[in-house]
């Protein structure tokens, strides 16, 4: 799909990363897309130029609600991740967790239990759990990689 797109001459960025694939012991790192299912385009879209993406094999829809009204990453957020992928950093993907969320702990001693995320920073969230009969809660620290939306 981006081989096809830039062929057409389209300005297309397919974000890529390496991870680890398969078993042990066959298993190796392979460049994969960092958004799956996702390839940024930066052109001017007419109906046109539409119909040739959304033709193009592979390409289920362009996000927006038709050509004329198109939905927008914004400039800034997509050149950050081209920088970090430029880069030589390890990057991987992350999920995105907003304060508020109900979140799982999924690794480490406190595996398993399920809470709130009342501080996502950095490194470290606050996670908190709720005794809601005596309208108590409890918060701990916990590495930010080790929750997932629950």
């Given at each position: 799909?981006?081989?096809?797109?830039?062929?057409?001459?389209?300005?297309?960025?397919?974000?890529?990363?390496?991870?680890?694939?398969?078993?042990?012991?066959?298993?190796?790192?392979?460049?994969?897309p960092l958004f799956a299912g996702?390839?940024?385009?930066?052109?001017?879209?007419?109906?046109?130029?539409?119909?040739?993406?959304?033709?193009?094999?592979?390409?289920?829809?362009?996000?927006?609600?038709?050509?004329?009204r198109l939905a927008a990453v914004?400039?800034?957020?997509?050149?950050?991740?081209?920088?970090?992928?430029?880069?030589?950093?390890?990057?991987?993907?992350?999920?995105?967790?907003?304060?508020?969320?109900?979140?799982?702990?999924?690794?480490?001693?406190?595996?398993?239990?399920?809470?709130?995320?009342?501080?996502?920073?950095?490194?470290?969230?606050?996670?908190?759990?709720?005794?809601?009969?005596?309208?108590?809660?409890?918060?701990?620290?916990?590495?930010?990689?080790?929750?997932?939306?629950?």
């Amino acid at each position: 799909m981006h081989d096809q797109l830039a062929s057409r001459g389209f300005d297309v960025f397919l974000p890529k990363h390496l991870a680890w694939t398969g078993r042990a012991p066959r298993r190796r790192r392979l460049e994969q897309p960092l958004f799956a299912g996702y390839l940024f385009v930066r052109d001017p879209i007419d109906k046109a130029r539409y119909i040739a993406i959304t033709s193009t094999r592979g390409v289920a829809r362009i996000l927006g609600d038709g050509w004329d009204r198109l939905a927008a990453v914004p400039h800034a957020e997509v050149d950050a991740v081209r920088r970090l992928t430029a880069g030589d950093a390890q990057v991987y993907r992350h999920r995105l967790l907003h304060d508020g969320d109900r979140v799982r702990i999924v690794g480490g001693p406190l595996t398993g239990l399920e809470g709130l995320l009342v501080r996502a920073h950095h490194a470290r969230s606050l996670f908190v759990v709720s005794v809601g009969l005596l309208q108590r809660a409890v918060a701990v620290e916990v590495d930010a990689a080790l929750v997932e939306p629950a």
